[in-house]
């Protein structure tokens, strides 16, 4: 499974940026799928999942009510909708695929991961 992680870019605090995750087999579509973020020099952490059909999500306490994540099947692409973005928020941010229909917010509970867009978030 190839997936390509599309949408980042530079803005200021307070603004809002898309993300999207494009994956090649269709096989995806039975799975989870989730989005991590790395800043330099920390782990990569647990930003958002999405169950198989779209029917449930899970986010992290640090992104709750600003982040959203939504999933097109027919289209093979998740999102990752980013409000009200934070200085703290710039990283980068990498999707993946979850080895099961229900994500969680381990890393070690996905499979094959893109190669991550960057967002910075200016103050």
């Known amino acids: 499974v190839q997936l390509q992680a599309s949408g980042g870019g530079l803005v200021q605090a307070g603004g809002s940026l898309r993300l999207s995750c494009t994956t090649s087999r269709r096989t995806s579509s039975n799975n989870a799928m989730g989005w991590f973020r790395q800043a330099p020099g920390k782990e990569r952490e647990f930003v958002a999942t999405i169950s198989w059909n779209g029917g449930s999500t899970l986010l992290a306490d640090s992104v709750k009510g600003r982040f959203s994540i939504s999933r097109d099947r027919a289209k093979n692409v998740v999102y990752l909708q980013m409000n009200s973005l934070k200085p703290e928020d710039s990283a980068i941010y990498y999707c993946?695929?979850?080895?099961?229909?229900?994500?969680?917010?381990?890393?070690?509970?996905?499979?094959?991961w893109g190669q991550g867009t960057l967002v910075t978030v200016s103050s």
């Open positions: 993946a695929v979850s080895r099961s229909s229900v994500g969680a917010a381990s890393p070690h509970g996905y499979g094959s």
